[in-house]
Each structure stands twice: as structure tokens, then as C-alpha cells.
């Protein structure tokens, strides 16, 4: 793992413990939910749209978790060349 990976890697377990951020996203996939199933039988597009936002958070979530992971595991590498 590169300096930069490493560096990545650390921002991405900090904000992934950053209750606030946490709280913030969490309630923003709630508020579009919400809205997804507030909308009319026939808001099709709009349900799609809404549906995009919702993964786009999502996929936030599981990038910082892959570089987390990465990270986990370099670690963990290092630990057994000890």
C-alpha cells in the first residue's frame, strides 16, 4: 500500500467514525425514502431519480468502507511480516 493509499485510507475510517457525518447521511437516505414513497403510482421518473440519489449515498458509503478494509488488511499484512 502507497503513502497515499495509506493517507486515503485513514480520511476514510475517520469519516466513516464521524457520528455527525454518519447522522447526516443517514437521515438524507431517510428524507429520500420518505419522498420515494410519498410520490404518486405514476412518478415513475421521479421514483427512478430518487432511487439514483439513494445509491449514490450508498456507493459513498461503500467506497470509504473498501479503502477501510484495504487498510484492515495491509495492516494486518504487516502484523505477520513482524
Partial sequence: MT???RSRALRARALLGDETLQ???DAIEA???AQC???APGAVSLREEIWGE???LQSIRT???SWDTDLTVA???A???R
Fill in 3 to 5: 503513502e497515499e493509499q
Fill in 23 to 25: 447522522e447526516a447521511l
Fill in 79 to 81: 502484523e505477520r511480516r
Fill in 75 to 77: 495492516e494486518r499484512q
Fill in 37 to 39: 414513497r410519498g410520490t
Fill in 63 to 65: 467506497k470509504l468502507k
Fill in 54 to 56: 439513494i445509491r449514490a
Fill in 31 to 33: 428524507g429520500l425514502m
